[in-house]
């Protein structure tokens, strides 16, 4: 944990996966854009889990997946940074717990780096040549629902390059993480229709954006296995809740 805080990269850290219930602390005055934390009653430790696209609901309890940023020294929030970082809302109920700023400044806010533009802005054309190409979307743990400012950037860029190329055949192919594993004494394993609800929901967004059904097909699978994409920021076990857009061209 020391070493990854004083710089070791994300590939050589250790990818954290816990359960807890979340808390929240003041900073910014009751204003709803102070800090989110996460305790993992394993080890004691408290981390700060702000830097999630998708941010805990305190009245449930959350999976946290994230690894401890490599090159912060900041303590905004009370807490070890985890960045990249995942939160996933689960049914467990929690007590709502809210501390006080305690001296902790918080963070000024900032568009995040995957921020959907508005329809107003102008948008640079998509170069060719074009080649036959595969998107993702991903997704909190057992949801298929797009994560707001992130999966509908992902999705936004990924149908902005299919009107480009116009491609011939569209497979929108979903995933599910099925198999069984520990986390903080309990198993998780994703339902196996997910995986169809995640494919089924993609498709038909994508027949709403104007494409072609004929030539949109659609499977699902459990079992998955992780993939490397930029857009996970390498994060192992998110990476296998997810749709692929395979495009033909």
Same mark, same amino acid.
């Given at each position: 944990?020391?070493? +990854?805080? $004083?710089?070791?990269?994300?590939?050589?850290?250790?990818?954290?996966? =816990? &359960?807890?219930?979340? !808390?929240?602390?003041?900073?910014?005055?009751?204003?709803?854009?102070?800090?989110?934390?996460?305790?993992?009653?394993?080890?004691?430790?408290?981390?700060?889990?702000?830097?999630?696209?998708?941010?805990?609901?305190?009245?449930?309890?959350?999976?946290?997946? *994230? &690894?401890?940023?490599?090159?912060?020294?900041?303590?905004?929030? *009370? @807490?070890?940074?985890?960045?990249?970082?995942?939160?996933?809302?689960?049914?467990?109920?929690?007590?709502?717990?809210?501390?006080?700023?305690? *001296? =902790?400044?918080?963070?000024?806010? &900032?568009?995040?780096?995957?921020?959907? %533009?508005?329809?107003?802005? +102008?948008?640079?054309? !998509?170069?060719?040549?074009?080649?036959?190409?595969?998107?993702?979307?991903?997704?909190?743990?057992?949801?298929?629902?797009?994560?707001?400012?992130?999966?509908?950037?992902?999705?936004?860029?990924?149908?902005?390059?299919?009107?480009?190329?116009?491609?011939?055949? /569209?497979?929108? &192919?979903?995933?599910?993480?099925?198999?069984?594993?520990?986390? %903080?004494?309990?198993? =998780? +394993?994703?339902?196996?229709?997910?995986?169809?609800?995640?494919?089924?929901? /993609?498709?038909?967004?994508?027949?709403? $954006?104007?494409?072609?059904?004929?030539?949109?097909?659609?499977?699902?699978? @459990?079992?998955?296995?992780?993939?490397?994409?930029?857009? /996970?920021?390498?994060?192992?076990?998110?990476?296998?809740?997810?749709?692929?857009?395979? +495009?033909?061209?």
């Amino acid at each position: 944990m020391i070493a +990854a805080a $004083m710089g070791v990269s994300a590939a050589q850290a250790e990818e954290l996966r =816990f &359960v807890t219930c979340p !808390i929240y602390r003041d900073t910014d005055a009751g204003k709803k854009s102070g800090c989110w934390l996460a305790d993992a009653h394993e080890t004691g430790n408290r981390y700060d889990v702000s830097k999630a696209p998708s941010k805990p609901d305190w009245n449930h309890a959350v999976l946290v997946e *994230g &690894v401890v940023a490599s090159r912060t020294t900041e303590d905004a929030c *009370g @807490g070890v940074v985890l960045d990249p970082v995942r939160t996933s809302i689960l049914p467990a109920d929690c007590p709502r717990h809210m501390l006080e700023a305690e *001296g =902790f400044p918080g963070r000024k806010f &900032v568009l995040p780096r995957r921020n959907v %533009s508005p329809l107003s802005a +102008a948008r640079a054309p !998509i170069p060719g040549p074009f080649a036959a190409r595969t998107f993702r979307v991903f997704y909190d743990f057992d949801q298929s629902f797009l994560v707001y400012q992130y999966d509908d950037y992902l999705f936004d860029a990924a149908v902005a390059w299919l009107r480009a190329a116009k491609p011939r055949a /569209i497979k929108v &192919v979903g995933w599910a993480a099925t198999d069984s594993v520990a986390i %903080s004494g309990m198993d =998780f +394993a994703e339902h196996a229709d997910i995986a169809k609800e995640r494919a089924e929901k /993609i498709a038909e967004s994508l027949a709403r $954006m104007g494409f072609d059904k004929s030539i949109i097909s659609v499977e699902w699978h @459990g079992g998955a296995k992780p993939v490397i994409d930029p857009d /996970i920021d390498g994060l192992v076990e998110p990476s296998r809740r997810r749709v692929d857009i395979v +495009a033909t061209l």
